[in-house]
C-alpha cells in the first residue's frame, strides 16, 4: 500500500500515455502536441506561475514551452518521468525568463484565479488562495508540483535539486501550515 507521501493528491496524466504523445510529437503528428498540452499545461502552468508570480508571464511560459517540446521531442529518451522532463523545461523557461528580467511580484487576483483547482468553488477557491499565501515561496511550489503536477517527492526532489528529506521536510511543514490556516487556528 502506498503511503500518503508518495500518493498523488491529484491525478495526474499516466506516464504511458505521456510517453506516447511525446513520440506522436517527435514524429510531428500535431494533433499528439494538442493532447500532451491537454494532458500537461495545468502543472506547466502551476510550475510557471510558482516561479514567476506573475500570470501573464506564466501565460507565455507556458505556451514556450510547449513550443520548446514541439522543437525538441525528438531528444526526449523514455529513462525518468516525462512529466519531470516538462517540468524541467518549464522550469528553465520560468528561470530564464528572470534573468530577461520579468518581474517577480505577488501573485495578483488574475494569477490566483488561473490557477488549476478543478471543482472548487469561489468560497473554497479564495480560503485555498489565503492558505497558500501564508506558505514560503518554495513550500508552495513543493505542494503545487505534488498537488497539480502529481508528482512524487523524488521527482520533485530531483527537479528542484533538493534532497528528498528537505523535500518531505518541507512538505509536511507546509501541509501542516495550510492544516492550521484552513482550519483558523492560530496555534502554530
Known amino acids: ?33 494538442g493532447d500532451l498540452y491537454a494532458a500537461a499545461k495545468g502543472a506547466v502552468y502551476a510550475m510557471a506561475l510558482g516561479i514567476l508570480k506573475n500570470a501573464h508571464d506564466a501565460q507565455d511560459v507556458t505556451q514556450d ?19 519531470a522532463w516538462i517540468l524541467t523545461i518549464t522550469r528553465n523557461m520560468a528561470l530564464m525568463r528572470i534573468r530577461q528580467g520579468a518581474r517577480i511580484e505577488p501573485m495578483d487576483e488574475a494569477a490566483w484565479e488561473s490557477l488549476p483547482a478543478p471543482g472548487l468553488t469561489a468560497e473554497e477557491r479564495t480560503a485555498l488562495r489565503a492558505a497558500l499565501e501564508g506558505l514560503s515561496d518554495e513550500e508552495r511550489q513543493i505542494v503545487l508540483l505534488h498537488a497539480a503536477a502529481g508528482l512524487k517527492h523524488r521527482e520533485i526532489g530531483q527537479l528542484l535539486d533538493l534532497p528528498l528529506a528537505t523535500v518531505l521536510s518541507k512538505y509536511h511543514r507546509a501541509i501542516k501550515k495550510l492544516r492550521t490556516l484552513l482550519e483558523g487556528d492560530d496555534a502554530r
Open 65 to 83: 514551452v510547449f513550443v520548446r517540446i514541439w522543437e525538441s521531442a525528438v531528444s526526449y529518451r523514455p529513462q525518468g518521468s516525462p512529466m
Open 1 to 33: 500500500m502506498q503511503s500518503d507521501v508518495e500518493r498523488p493528491i491529484a491525478p495526474s496524466p499516466d506516464r504511458a500515455r505521456l510517453e506516447t504523445l511525446l513520440a506522436g510529437v517527435a514524429a510531428g503528428d500535431g494533433e499528439a502536441l
